[in-house]
């Protein structure tokens, strides 16, 4: 199994709702995709992320149809629109 977290920081921390439901919307749609998740910090320190996203796939084709798909592709210029920074790890899970 691979997992495929990614965290973002935010221009502004108002668009973390709509932020959650984009990604919450491709869940069931793109065939590879095996769970995901959406997480807002409730934390709010500087060093935290405003959100989360932690998704799993069989194997690593899993994960590359899931970035190449069209529903992934289509929430790609909103999350550049609005994103300050971002950090992503892939790693094999047991």
Request: glycine letters at 4%.
């Amino acid at each position: 199994m691979i997992k495929h977290i990614v965290m973002w920081k935010l221009k502004n921390k108002d668009d973390a709702s709509q932020v959650k439901q984009r990604l919450e919307a491709l869940d069931g749609v793109i065939p590879s995709l095996r769970y995901l998740e959406v997480g807002i910090d409730i934390n709010g320190t500087e060093a935290a992320a405003d959100v989360v996203l932690i998704t799993e796939f069989e194997d690593e084709a899993g994960l590359d149809a899931y970035q190449a798909h069209p529903e992934h592709q289509a929430v790609l210029p909103f999350m550049k629109s609005v994103v300050a920074a971002r950090t992503v790890v892939d790693f094999v899970a047991p």
